[in-house]
C-alpha cells in the first residue's frame, strides 16, 4: 500500500512536471506569434497595405514552425489573439490511463498606429 502511494505520488510530481512544461512551450509559442504578429503589422502598415492581413499570417507562420503546438490566430478589433496548446506524454500516470497531459497558451498584441502625420 505505501508502494502504491508513493509510485502516485512520483508519478503526480513528474508527470505534473510533463504539465508544467508542456505550458510553458505552448506560452512561449503563443508570445512568440504574437509578436511576429505585432512586427508584421507595424512593416505592412508603414507600407500602407493591410495590417491585419499580415498580422495573422506572420502569426499562423510562427506556429507552423513549432511542431508540438497546435494554435489558432485572431484579429478583432485591431487586437491581435494567439491561443496554442502543447501535449507530453505522461510516464508514470499512464499507467491509471492518462497518456497526455496538456498545456496551453494565449498572447495578445495590438496593431498599433505607425508612421502618421
Known amino acids: 500500500m505505501i508502494l502504491g502511494a508513493l ?14 512544461t508542456a505550458a510553458s512551450v505552448a506560452e512561449s509559442a503563443a508570445a512568440g506569434a504574437s509578436r511576429a504578429a505585432g512586427n508584421a503589422a507595424a512593416t505592412q502598415q508603414l507600407g500602407g497595405t493591410d495590417p491585419a ?15 508540438s503546438v497546435r494554435g489558432s490566430v485572431s484579429v478583432r478589433d485591431g487586437v491581435v489573439t494567439v491561443s496554442t496548446a502543447s501535449s ?8 491509471l490511463g492518462i497518456d497526455t497531459v496538456t498545456g ?3 498572447a495578445q498584441s ?4 505607425t508612421g502618421g502625420g
Open 53 to 67: 492581413a499580415a498580422a495573422v499570417l506572420a502569426a499562423r507562420a510562427y506556429l507552423a514552425g513549432q511542431p
Open 104 to 106: 496551453t497558451g494565449s
Open 7 to 20: 509510485f502516485l505520488v512520483a508519478g503526480l510530481v513528474i508527470d505534473g512536471g510533463q504539465k508544467v
Open 88 to 95: 507530453a506524454d505522461t510516464i508514470f500516470l499512464s499507467v
Open 110 to 113: 495590438d496593431i498599433v498606429p
